[in-house]
Structure formats: structure tokens, C-alpha cells
């Protein structure tokens, strides 16, 4: 089981490009969430999917979308990126919202410039 | 609004030492609280649950309710510990916080 994928590792934008960030699971995980890590304010929840056909936004969506394209998949999209949207990001994923280990995948690190 | 507060960003010490993170919370009801670590160029994964009281990796903690503390401990820190440590708390609506995290160095 690969777990959590995301894709990409890295990427570096312009101010007002778009891009998207896929991720995966492969747990059947039915909960999955889309965190950025910044320095000195930990994991801050930008949307999650509770469930396959629902998304809700988090602590901090502005300036994002998202999708649930199935059970599996939850991508991430930034429609005019901002150096504000420069962090690292995570993909994580747990059979139910609520108390439950999240898994987390790999991270992917953008710079906006 | 619940809060996890790590007052620690870094945290130094040396090997065979005991380590202490601190995790302070602000919530009215009953949470359910975690410690996440981040080994280098390793994905974030689950060290312990308050719920499990278990002792992953020689660490253990106890959740302090009249303190709202649930710090994290180890009678004697590895060089194999440094990491990144996030605690997490999770509350009634099922929403997820994490703190700010701690670096701990463990120097040899």
C-alpha cells in the first residue's frame, strides 16, 4: 500500500498562475483534508472531505478550491496563486472525521513568487 | 474556540537526558488529544493517543485536565528523536487542531 501520494514534490509559481495538487489514498479512507504547514503556526486545515461528494471549508480557504473526485482522490487548486500561498502542503486522509490517526502524505513545498 | 499551545519552539538537549514537550489546550469539553511527529524528509505520522495510554518509542503522556496540559515525555532522550513534534487536539466537532510544533534536537 503506497498510503497517501501526493503530487507534486515541489513546484515554484508566478503571482495569478493556477495549479492544482492531486493527492491519493488507498486506505478507503472516507475522511480526507488538505492542511499548510507554515513556520510558527503548525498545521492549519485549509478544507477537508468528510465523506466521497462532500467538501467544507477549514480554518484558512481563502484563496483555494477542492474537489473530491472520488473516494480516493481530493485534489487542491489555486486559481490566482499569492507569495501569502508560499508554505508547504499536506494531504492526509482517516477512516472518519473525528478522533482517529490521520495519515499524511508526503507534502508538497510551493513557492510563489 | 479550542486552542493547542507549544510555548517551545526549539527544545535542545543532550543524549540519556530526560525530555519534556509541553502542550497546553484551551477547550470547554472533553477532548480527544495527540502527539504527530515529523522525522527529516519523513511524512507526518501519529506517535501517541491520550486514549490509548501507551508508550510508543520510550514516550509517554498524561493528559492533565485540571492543568490542560498534555505534555509529552521521555526519561531519556535518542539522537534518533530529534524531530519535528506537533500535539493535536480533537474536539467535539470532530475538527482537528495542531499546535505550532516543537523542534526537538537531541545533541550527542
Known amino acids: 500500500n503506497a498510503g497517501v501520494t501526493q503530487t507534486p514534490k515541489f513546484q515554484v509559481l508566478k503571482t495569478g498562475q493556477s495549479m492544482t495538487l492531486q493527492c491519493a489514498q488507498d486506505m478507503n479512507h472516507n475522511s480526507m483534508y488538505w492542511y499548510r504547514q507554515d513556520p510558527g503556526m503548525g498545521l492549519r486545515l485549509i478544507y477537508y472531505?468528510?465523506?466521497?461528494?462532500?467538501?467544507d471549508k477549514g480554518e484558512v480557504p481563502n484563496g483555494y478550491n477542492v474537489s473530491r473526485l472520488n473516494k480516493r482522490e481530493f485534489s487542491l487548486r489555486l486559481e490566482s496563486a499569492a507569495p501569502s500561498q508560499t508554505s508547504v502542503y499536506f494531504c492526509?486522509?482517516?477512516?472518519?472525521?473525528?478522533?482517529?490517526?490521520?495519515?499524511f502524505g508526503p507534502g508538497t513545498r510551493l513557492t510563489v513568487t | 474556540a479550542q486552542r493547542v499551545t507549544q510555548p517551545e519552539k526549539l527544545l535542545s538537549v543532550f543524549k540519556g537526558a530526560p525530555v519534556e514537550l509541553k502542550c497546553n489546550y484551551s477547550?470547554?469539553?472533553?477532548?480527544?488529544l495527540f502527539w504527530y511527529v515529523q522525522y527529516s524528509r519523513q511524512r507526518l505520522q501519529l506517535l501517541l493517543r491520550h486514549i490509548s495510554r501507551e508508550s510508543i518509542k520510550g514516550f509517554t503522556a498524561d493528559l492533565n485536565k485540571g492543568e490542560t496540559s498534555f505534555h509529552l515525555k521521555k526519561p531519556f532522550a535518542q539522537e534518533e528523536d530529534s524531530a519535528m513534534y506537533y500535539c493535536a487536539l480533537s474536539d467535539n466537532n470532530n475538527d482537528m487542531r495542531f499546535g505550532a510544533g516543537t523542534r526537538l534536537t537531541v545533541k550527542p
Open positions: 477547550y470547554s469539553g472533553s477532548p480527544e
Open positions: 492526509a486522509s482517516n477512516r472518519d472525521r473525528g478522533p482517529y490517526e490521520q495519515y
Open positions: 472531505s468528510a465523506s466521497e461528494g462532500t467538501t
